[in-house]
């Protein structure tokens, strides 16, 4: 069982920046798949930032060029940093883990980013 603890969000006005965090309770170094969903109110969640098989990350076209994905294996934390944020880009975050193609995703709690002047 792994755990993820998401850290980061909050209230930010458009055009400013926010970089998310999500601390894992073992080691990232391997794992088949990690990144982030949101989830905005009244809408379906969607995947932001996902990486899988150790390709280059993929990213959701409403967010290319503004977001971008890391991971500090030392740390056992992967990040997701924000830039030019948008008031659509209001929702819930969630980051996950797969620790290999036949596991299941690991989810963190959640953390709440807001863009609002």
């Known amino acids: 069982q792994v755990q993820l603890e998401e850290s980061g969000g909050g209230l930010v006005q458009p055009g400013g920046s926010l970089r998310l965090s999500c601390a894992a309770s073992?080691?990232?170094?391997?794992?088949?798949?990690m990144g982030w969903y949101r989830h905005a109110p009244g809408k379906e969640r969607e995947p932001v930032a996902v990486?899988?098989?150790?390709?280059?990350?993929n990213y959701a076209d409403s967010v290319k060029g503004r977001f971008t994905i890391s991971r500090d294996n030392g740390k056992n934390t992967m990040y997701l940093q924000m830039n030019s944020l948008k008031p659509e880009d209001t929702a819930v975050y969630y980051c996950y883990i797969r620790v290999t193609s036949m596991t299941p995703n690991y989810w963190g709690q959640g953390t709440q980013v807001t863009v609002s002047s």
């Open positions: 073992g080691s990232i170094f391997s794992v088949y798949a």
């Open positions: 990486t899988s098989g150790g390709g280059r990350p």
